[in-house]
């Protein structure tokens, strides 16, 4: 089976790295749709990572068995469970402030968002290091020999 983690990763970074930027546009431009954009590309950024978290954990025995260490496999595996834990917890308090339950507080928002991104960052950053460093999913390929 064609490994699906790879491919599913790149749809949350785009979409979670988008919200914070529409949020931040928000915060310099608060009329017009900057807020509602931030809002809807936060919940298909949080539903794309949990798919990308869900088929991770699927790929993990493969990691696994290409004899990489399990330290950097756990690290990646928490620091991508706490990224998808810090965009749902901050869909939760957008959700709460949108229906008036709760004052916007935009600084809030803003921060727990970077909070977000920088934990993402630390996450792809320990996915590229089990591609690049460890091989994980990477077959040899070998040229064919010229008569």
Do not use: Q
């Amino acid at each position: 089976m064609h490994p699906i983690h790879p491919i599913v990763v790149h749809f949350p970074i785009g979409l979670l790295c988008a919200s914070v930027a529409f949020d931040a546009l928000a915060s310099r431009w608060p009329t017009g749709g900057l807020r509602d954009t931030s809002f809807y590309t936060l919940v298909a950024g949080v539903m794309s990572a949990a798919l990308a978290v869900a088929t991770g954990k699927i790929e993990e025995d493969a990691a696994e068995e290409a004899g990489v260490p399990e330290w950097v496999l756990e690290l990646h595996e928490s620091l991508g469970t706490v990224t998808l834990v810090v965009f749902v917890a901050l869909l939760g308090l957008r959700l709460v402030m949108r229906w008036g339950l709760l004052k916007e507080i935009r600084s809030l928002t803003l921060g727990l968002g970077v909070i977000g991104i920088v934990v993402l960052t630390l996450t792809g950053y320990w996915g590229g290091e089990l591609v690049y460093t460890y091989g994980v999913g990477v077959k040899t390929v070998t040229s064919p020999v010229n008569p």
